[in-house]
């Protein structure tokens, strides 16, 4: 619900759900933006689910299913809100409150996903097929993807492989970079100064 369309929605109203649609729509390539719908079980989500339906299926967008995944397992929510506190520097009566009052942020089976959204035609196919399009991207994410910056002809293996000449030191001598910086700390805490 923190999605811009979403919050258009709330916050405007209905009418705003097609045009925001559409907004988004022509930003991405044909078939890359998909109207995501969530159940939490929060009292606004299934209004909010009927509008984004009655307008994807106006603007023949494509649905998916998607669900928060904040903790595990339904039990370990209350550990979750516990959590909070500790980052909010709050106690739990403080806490309790302010919380939404919902557990269902957990890692949703298939059978779960599909009993709430099984009615909804493409959702759970989309929801597959975006995932195997994220793994795929996240797979060549790991390869590194570093310019290649060509090194000029005229230097030398020893000055492209982070080695330095020091000023002072035996003529031809190398050393790391690192040692160098350190070497000239150590002379200045000394109270000498290399020439």
């Given at each position: 619900?923190?999605?811009?369309?979403?919050?258009?929605i709330l916050?405007?109203?209905?009418?705003?759900?097609e045009?925001?649609?559409?907004?988004?729509?022509?930003?991405?390539?044909p078939?890359?933006f998909?109207v995501e719908?969530q159940?939490h079980?929060?009292?606004?989500q299934?209004?909010?689910?009927d509008?984004?339906?009655?307008?994807?299926?106006?603007?023949?967008?494509p649905?998916v299913?998607s669900?928060?995944?904040?903790f595990m397992t339904?039990?370990?929510g209350?550990?979750?809100?516990?959590?909070?506190?500790?980052?909010k520097?709050?106690?739990?009566?403080?806490?309790?409150?302010?919380h939404?009052?919902?557990?269902?942020?957990?890692?949703?089976t298939?059978?779960?996903?599909?009993a709430l959204f099984?009615?909804?035609?493409g959702?759970?196919?989309?929801?597959?097929?975006?995932?195997r399009?994220v793994r795929?991207?996240?797979?060549?994410?790991?390869?590194?993807m570093?310019p290649?910056?060509?090194?000029?002809?005229?230097?030398?293996?020893t000055?492209?492989s982070?080695?330095?000449?020091v000023?002072?030191?035996?003529?031809?001598?190398?050393?790391?970079?690192?040692?160098?910086?350190?070497?000239?700390?150590?002379?200045t805490?000394n109270?000498?100064?290399?020439?």
């Amino acid at each position: 619900m923190a999605g811009v369309v979403a919050q258009r929605i709330l916050e405007n109203g209905v009418e705003r759900a097609e045009p925001t649609l559409a907004e988004f729509r022509d930003r991405f390539e044909p078939g890359h933006f998909f109207v995501e719908l969530q159940d939490h079980g929060f009292p606004e989500q299934p209004v909010l689910t009927d509008i984004l339906l009655k307008a994807a299926g106006r603007l023949e967008l494509p649905v998916v299913a998607s669900n928060d995944v904040h903790f595990m397992t339904k039990d370990d929510g209350i550990a979750q809100l516990y959590l909070e506190c500790v980052g909010k520097g709050r106690t739990f009566v403080e806490e309790q409150p302010l919380h939404h009052n919902s557990f269902e942020m957990y890692l949703k089976t298939p059978d779960e996903m599909a009993a709430l959204f099984g009615g909804v035609p493409g959702a759970l196919e989309k929801h597959a097929a975006y995932h195997r399009d994220v793994r795929g991207a996240e797979a060549r994410a790991r390869k590194p993807m570093l310019p290649q910056f060509p090194v000029p002809t005229a230097t030398t293996r020893t000055a492209t492989s982070g080695t330095c000449r020091v000023k002072g030191w035996k003529s031809g001598s190398r050393i790391s970079a690192r040692s160098a910086r350190r070497s000239r700390k150590s002379s200045t805490a000394n109270g000498s100064k290399s020439s």
